[in-house]
C-alpha cells in the first residue's frame, strides 16, 4: 500500500471547517484513499474513502486532486467532539489488499471553544 | 443494532496463562481483523482473514492465535502472554470497498 504523509497536528475553532490533508504521492491507479479517526482510546471510526472523484456524506467531505498525489478531509462545521486523531490510509479495494490496513500516526485535531 | 462486540472489556492475567478474547460481528462481513494499540507505536494489525477458514499474518503476529470456524467469530489467542503483549486491543470487521467498523477495545494487562 502506498505510504501516507499527515501534519502531526492541527487547530481549529469550533464551528468553523477543518482541513485536513494527506499526501500519498506514491498512490497507485486501484487504490483508494479512506480516512478513519479515533477518539481517546475508543475505537477507530470510519469516516469516508473515495477513489478520484470527490466524495461527501453526512460526516465529512473528501477532496482528491487530480493527479491523485493528495487529498483533503473537510469538516463543515468541526464541533468539540471532532477532537481526534485522524488517519488516512491508502490501500485496494479487493483481495488480500483489502485486509492489510496500516494505519500511520495520524494528525491531531484540537477544536478549540 | 449492527456492531463489533469484543470481550472482556478490561482483563489482567499472569504471565503464561492462556487466554481468550473474543469478537464477534452481527453484520454478515467477510472480513475480520485483529489490531493492537501501544502508546507511540499506533495501531498495528495483528492478523487478519477475508472469510471463513482464511486467514493472514498483519504487522505483530508474534505469539498471537485466531481462528474463524464461523463468518460472525474471530477470536484472538494468547497461549502464554507475556508482560510485552499488555496493549489495548481492537477488533474490527467489514465488507470488500467499505469502511471497517471497530469495536470497543480490550485492555489487557500481562503481569
Known amino acids: 500500500d502506498a505510504k501516507t504523509t499527515q501534519p502531526p497536528s492541527m487547530d481549529c475553532a469550533e464551528g468553523r471547517a477543518a482541513n485536513l490533508p494527506c499526501n500519498h504521492s506514491?498512490?497507485?491507479?486501484?487504490?483508494?484513499v479512506y480516512w478513519y479517526r479515533q477518539i481517546h482510546s475508543q475505537g477507530p471510526q470510519y469516516i469516508i474513502h473515495?477513489?478520484?472523484n470527490n466524495e461527501t456524506n453526512e460526516m465529512a467531505s473528501l477532496i482528491i486532486t487530480e493527479d491523485r498525489k493528495s487529498s483533503t478531509l473537510i469538516l463543515p462545521h468541526a464541533t468539540l467532539r471532532d477532537t481526534a486523531v485522524y488517519y488516512c490510509?491508502?490501500?485496494?479495494?479487493?483481495?488480500?489488499?483489502?485486509?492489510?490496513?496500516?494505519f500511520g500516526q495520524g494528525t491531531i485535531l484540537t477544536v478549540h471553544p | 443494532e449492527a456492531q463489533v462486540t469484543q470481550n472482556p472489556r478490561y482483563l489482567i492475567t499472569v504471565t503464561g496463562k492462556k487466554l481468550t478474547v473474543t469478537c464477534s460481528q452481527n453484520?454478515?462481513?467477510?472480513?475480520m481483523s485483529w489490531y493492537r494499540q501501544d502508546p507511540g507505536l499506533g495501531l498495528r494489525q495483528i492478523y487478519y482473514?477475508?472469510?471463513?477458514?482464511?486467514?493472514d499474518k498483519g504487522d505483530v503476529p508474534e505469539g498471537y492465535k485466531v481462528s474463524r470456524k464461523e463468518k460472525r467469530n474471530f477470536p484472538l489467542i494468547l497461549e502464554s502472554p507475556s508482560p510485552n503483549q499488555t496493549s489495548l486491543y481492537f477488533c474490527?470487521?467489514?465488507?470488500?470497498?467499505?469502511?471497517?467498523?471497530f469495536g470497543s477495545g480490550t485492555r489487557l494487562t500481562v503481569v
Open positions: 474490527a470487521s467489514g465488507l470488500a470497498g467499505y469502511g471497517y467498523t
Open positions: 473515495g477513489l478520484k
Open positions: 490510509i491508502v490501500r485496494g479495494s479487493g483481495g488480500t489488499s483489502y485486509g492489510k490496513l496500516t
Open positions: 506514491t498512490i497507485s491507479g486501484n487504490e483508494y
Open positions: 453484520m454478515n462481513h467477510e472480513y
Open positions: 482473514s477475508m472469510n471463513v477458514e482464511v486467514t
